[in-house]
């Protein structure tokens, strides 16, 4: 096995992908036995403090197959003016501001190079630390793909108009129709990453009987990039962004839509699983859905830097009821098929992005 250094990237030979075969042999029969795959999971939390990885790992022990990584791409700044000695540890702690913070995708990175390609196996990571206001956001994840290669597949969780979160972040409001995040999705089709979006569908505690603010943006937005694999978080929903009047109409219209047929959703987050669960009806109208379109949804924990392992999978269980509706092969789609066709085909497109970077280089990869 030969490893060399190409413009400063590390570069491995067909050969050691060859001898990591049977690691990954040995993940997939994990992956095969396993409740779900996990296509929303925040690491780290508002303060940059997590969950060691290895400790992950065991609280993923067989009932996650694999999950993707990353950290929050916001810090929570400690003001002594405002909270004085009682330090925030999220967002809703404080009237300080949050600030991006780029150095969550290289914490990102480390951990996941320090574990064994068996355990690396079960991880998808994500660049997450950009300034979607920003122009030079693309060239962020540019950087981080050649820093890093054989690492990420793609970008995400990032928000754009998220409840209670936007109005604090410092500097230029994050808007569906900035040029930089049309360069960001630009370059995600270009370099084959997969992408995770948070857009709620209206502002908190809008009028439900108004058309929804962010809706027809956010269509738009999709339909300008048909090239890009583009998940949206939550479906739309969030913590008081309850669903929208014809709530699953909406979701079915962006399905047959021929421009957004690149376009999924993830069901991730107890404060949405609230929703799905609150009444037989609202089981009915979401089980009847994901059954008729199971291909494009994808389930995510949204746990954010768990202790263990009750309360990684708190909202994998709040969603039992909606579960034990779907068809035998919507629920499989759901739990873990669509993750492993969307990230595999991802990390498929990104490494060969990374091989055509480094001139002509076999396989770039640490992977």
Not at 26 to 37: D, P
Not at 108 to 136: H, K, Q, V
Not at 201 to 210: G, L
Not at 225 to 243: D, Y
Request: proline letters at 6%.
């Amino acid at each position: 096995m030969r490893i060399r250094m190409s413009n400063g990237i590390f570069v491995i030979s067909l050969a050691v992908i060859a001898a990591l075969a049977p690691a990954f042999r040995s993940q997939e029969a994990r992956t095969e036995e396993s409740e779900f795959n996990d296509a929303h999971f925040h690491l780290t939390n508002y303060i940059q403090e997590g969950t060691p990885i290895r400790d992950f790992l065991k609280i993923m022990g067989n009932t996650t197959g694999r999950s993707v990584l990353f950290g929050i791409p916001l810090q929570q700044q400690w003001s002594y003016r405002i909270s004085a000695e009682n330090a925030p540890t999220y967002y809703l702690d404080t009237d300080a501001p949050l600030y991006y913070y780029s150095f969550t995708d290289a914490a990102i990175a480390m951990a996941y190079l320090s574990l064994s390609p068996e355990e690396r196996a079960r991880f998808d990571p994500l660049i997450t630390g950009f300034n979607p206001t920003d122009m030079y956001a693309a060239d962020h994840v540019r950087r981080v793909l050649r820093t890093f290669p054989g690492v990420f597949c793609g970008i995400g969780e990032f928000s754009i108009h998220k409840e209670f979160v936007s109005s604090k972040v410092a500097g230029d409001v994050a808007s569906l129709f900035d040029p930089a995040l049309d360069r960001l999705l630009a370059f995600a089709e270009e370099a084959g990453l997969v992408v995770i979006i948070h857009n709620d569908i209206d502002r908190p505690f809008a009028d439900p009987e108004k058309q929804p603010a962010y809706l027809e943006p956010m269509k738009d937005l999709l339909r300008r990039h048909p090239g890009t694999t583009i998940i949206w978080a939550h479906t739309g929903m969030g913590r008081v962004i309850r669903p929208i009047k014809g709530h699953a109409q909406m979701l079915e219209d962006i399905i047959n839509d021929p421009g957004m047929r690149h376009v999924m959703f993830d069901i991730s987050w107890d404060e949405v699983a609230k929703y799905f669960v609150a009444s037989p009806a609202s089981l009915k109208v979401s089980s009847d859905l994901i059954n008729r379109y199971p291909g494009r949804f994808l389930f995510g924990t949204d746990s954010v830097a768990p202790k263990d392992q009750a309360e990684y999978l708190k909202t994998y269980r709040l969603y039992d009821p909606l579960w034990s509706l779907l068809t035998k092969e919507a629920s499989l789609k759901v739990r873990k098929d669509n993750y492993t066709r969307v990230f595999n085909a991802a990390a498929t497109r990104v490494r060969a992005w990374e091989a055509s970077q480094t001139q002509g280089s076999p396989v770039s990869a640490i992977r």
